[in-house]
């Protein structure tokens, strides 16, 4: 080939064009799959942020076009046939009746009890599980799930898709979602989110602790522990969110218009 020539060759590669001595020896789709390398860097945190990218990328694929939702915490470990369970079914069938989709953590316990209750009211029910060191399936009552590896990323979703917390007996896991939600509400990071407790033998305590040791000791201010709304009865934890959905909406349009659920 003469130099001429084959300075006129030319190669495009997506946006790229190549001419004469540019163009690679190979191609795209060959060095893609005609090679393998070694493997090391799926374990370091270049990698690992395009994973956390499509985990955030998946989780606002499926929850962007889901109705208003409130996300359910509770016990992981609460058995099917306990009064507590009997309860967090009762509080998903009120969720569901009203109109808006039951989140929850995809697990089993008091999570499994209000999927179960949305699903068996015919509401939408939906989990967003996680990885664990064991081996564990989305409960048998959800309608939508994805599974999640990163912790931080599953609680960007439960925030940024639900419009209310409903905290049900829990422990660690349990606990440290309420108090997530609690220091958004207090720094009005969320402007728009009622948060239930359900229990109130089961939460007096820590509300009594919150009152004597935090409050006392000048470590929240006295209307903080209005942020956090406490009941046993699963219509009153419905009445509580519809009322600070229509209080919201009047706040910022005059009207009640948007509260609540789309029916
Ligand atoms: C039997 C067992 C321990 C299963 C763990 N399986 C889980 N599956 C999904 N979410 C979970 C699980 N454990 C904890 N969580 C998260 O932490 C909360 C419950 O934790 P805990 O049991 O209260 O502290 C749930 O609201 C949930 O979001």
Same mark, same amino acid.
């Given at each position: 080939?003469t130099?001429?020539? +084959?300075?006129?060759q030319?190669?495009?590669?997506?946006?790229?064009?190549?001419?004469?001595?540019?163009?690679?020896?190979?191609?795209?789709?060959?060095? $893609?799959?005609d090679? /393998?390398?070694?493997? %090391?860097?799926v374990?370091t &945190? =270049?990698?690992?942020?395009?994973?956390?990218q499509s985990?955030v990328v998946?989780?606002? #694929?499926?929850?962007s076009?889901m109705?208003?939702?409130?996300?359910?915490?509770?016990s992981a /470990?609460?058995?099917p046939?306990?009064?507590?369970?009997?309860?967090?079914v009762?509080?998903?069938? +009120?969720?569901?009746e009203?109109g808006?989709?039951t989140?929850?953590?995809g697990g089993p316990?008091?999570?499994?009890?209000?999927?179960?209750?949305?699903?068996?009211?015919?509401g939408?029910?939906?989990? $967003?599980?996680?990885?664990? =060191?064991f081996?564990?399936? $989305?409960?048998?009552y959800?309608?939508? #799930?994805?599974?999640?590896?990163?912790f931080?990323v599953?609680k960007l979703?439960?925030?940024?898709?639900s419009?209310?917390?409903v905290?049900?007996?829990? #422990?660690?896991g349990?606990? %440290?979602e309420l108090?997530?939600?609690a220091?958004l509400v207090?720094t009005d990071?969320v402007? /728009?989110?009622?948060?239930?407790?359900v229990?109130?033998e089961?939460?007096?305590?820590?509300?009594?602790?919150a009152?004597?040791? $935090?409050?006392?000791?000048g470590l929240? +201010?006295p209307? &903080?522990?209005d942020l956090l709304?406490?009941?046993?009865d699963p219509d009153?934890v419905?009445e509580?969110? +519809?009322?600070?959905h229509? %209080?919201?909406?009047h706040?910022e349009?005059?009207? #009640?218009?948007?509260?609540? =659920?789309e029916?």
């Amino acid at each position: 080939m003469t130099e001429e020539a +084959k300075h006129k060759q030319t190669r495009s590669a997506g946006p790229l064009t190549y001419r004469g001595d540019s163009i690679p020896r190979t191609t795209t789709d060959q060095r $893609l799959l005609d090679r /393998r390398g070694p493997s %090391d860097w799926v374990h370091t &945190d =270049p990698w690992r942020v395009l994973r956390i990218q499509s985990e955030v990328v998946e989780g606002f #694929g499926l929850l962007s076009e889901m109705p208003s939702a409130v996300s359910v915490f509770g016990s992981a /470990r609460i058995q099917p046939g306990t009064p507590y369970y009997e309860l967090g079914v009762q509080v998903g069938r +009120k969720i569901a009746e009203a109109g808006y989709a039951t989140v929850t953590g995809g697990g089993p316990g008091m999570m499994e009890a209000a999927n179960k209750g949305a699903q068996e009211a015919g509401g939408l029910s939906v989990g $967003l599980g996680i990885e664990l =060191p064991f081996e564990q399936n $989305l409960n048998p009552y959800i309608d939508m #799930g994805v599974t999640f590896r990163y912790f931080f990323v599953r609680k960007l979703m439960f925030v940024k898709y639900s419009q209310a917390f409903v905290v049900l007996p829990g #422990g660690f896991g349990t606990l %440290d979602e309420l108090f997530e939600a609690a220091t958004l509400v207090q720094t009005d990071k969320v402007t /728009r989110f009622p948060v239930v407790l359900v229990g109130t033998e089961f939460w007096g305590g820590l509300e009594k602790w919150a009152r004597e040791s $935090l409050l006392e000791n000048g470590l929240i +201010k006295p209307g &903080d522990m209005d942020l956090l709304r406490m009941t046993d009865d699963p219509d009153e934890v419905v009445e509580i969110i +519809k009322k600070a959905h229509l %209080d919201i909406a009047h706040r910022e349009n005059g009207s #009640g218009e948007g509260a609540g =659920p789309e029916q």
